[in-house]
């Protein structure tokens, strides 16, 4: 069975409190703050609760007839009422400004640096300032406030990277936002978090955050033509992928007959780190057996078993993994 092909140990996954972002900073410490006054409340009421009964217990010595009766109290009832409207009002305008500060409104003349788009189950990113088109591995400068869109290309999906905080529904037909300032480099590790159909536990998100230099260096790569070679071997592989049905749903800049956008685009597929959305390792043996029968990794995933024989599926995966 499928094997999650993630580097678990070396990445930032489980807890939203290694905190990468600043929207995730702000949300976090609203989340301490609204914990606090919880605490408070919590202690304050059990602590009331336990002198009252301790204090109004029956007495040894009681004699059984009926207690003072009062009826109504003005005064305690305007304390009761305003002290937690009071407490109710301070986090209202807590949580309002800190949704004003971690998703301000976007202007119509912003183009967003990353589009976002979830796929049944995979991620596409765009990036429209630059051309550049990838699947599954984000990749994202630190210290830069980055305007995302989150769009769908079939059913609700929720776009999350744990350390970065905040989860944006992808809804098919209508576009969201979402600012991420990463203030960490380093691996960090998301998921789909919207139930999206049998493969929603393998939608894994990979986002790499790196120095602005080597942002500039991977979106030039990007932009660049995959490196060539000569191999006889990549050449057959080519040829393959051109003739099998591959070119309906992929493309691969420079490649006239791969021009499809159903599927990951596939330029750069040798600079990634998994397959099929973090499901298998990406090499070439993994890419050979995933090309035959993607169902045996990923059951229901749109690609098709392709049968291929043996030696065609190694041909294509030499080919693709020459892609750099
Ligand atoms: Cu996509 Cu859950």
Redesign the pocket.
């Known amino acids: 069975m499928a094997i999650v092909a993630m580097d678990i140990k070396n990445a930032d996954f489980t807890s939203i409190f290694n905190i990468a972002s600043l929207q995730n900073k702000l949300l976090v410490d609203l989340h301490w703050f609204t914990l606090a006054v919880c605490l408070m409340i919590g202690l304050v009421v059990t602590g009331l609760m336990i002198a009252i009964i301790a204090k109004f217990r029956t007495a040894e010595n009681d004699d059984g007839s009926e207690p003072r009766q009062t009826r109504g109290n003005i005064r305690l009832e305007i304390i009761w009422t305003a002290i937690p409207l009071f407490i109710v009002i301070v986090l209202g305008i807590m949580t309002a400004y800190v949704m004003i500060i971690v998703n301000p409104a976007v202007g119509t003349k912003r183009k967003p640096d990353v589009i976002v788009v979830?796929?049944?189950?995979w991620w596409e990113y765009q990036y429209p300032n630059y051309g550049v088109t990838t699947a599954n591995e984000l990749y994202l400068p630190v210290g830069k406030n980055a305007l995302f869109e989150v769009r769908?290309a079939d059913?609700?999906?929720?776009f999350w990277v744990v350390a970065f905080g905040q989860k944006m529904d992808?809804i098919p037909g209508h576009p969201t936002n979402m600012w991420i300032h990463p203030t960490k480099k380093g691996l960090f590790l998301g998921?789909?978090?919207?139930?999206?159909?049998a493969?929603?536990?393998l939608?894994r998100i990979i986002a790499n955050v790196v120095s602005p230099e080597d942002f500039d260096t991977w979106i030039k790569a990007q932009n660049a033509m995959p490196e060539s070679s000569n191999d006889p071997a990549v050449a057959k592989g080519k040829q393959l992928f051109n003739s099998e049905t591959c070119v309906q749903c992929h493309q691969i800049a420079g490649d006239p007959a791969a021009k499809a956008h159903i599927g990951p685009d596939l330029t750069h597929i040798a600079q990634r780190k998994t397959l099929g959305a973090g499901v298998l390792e990406n090499n070439t043996a993994n890419l050979a057996k995933w090309m035959q029968n993607p169902q045996q990794f990923k059951p229901g995933v749109n690609m098709p078993n392709m049968r291929l024989t043996d030696e065609n599926a190694h041909d294509i995966a030499v080919y693709l993994e020459s892609l750099k």
């Open positions: 979830g796929h049944q189950w769908s059913v609700v999906h929720s992808a998921t789909c978090s919207e139930y999206c159909g493969q929603h536990g939608m």
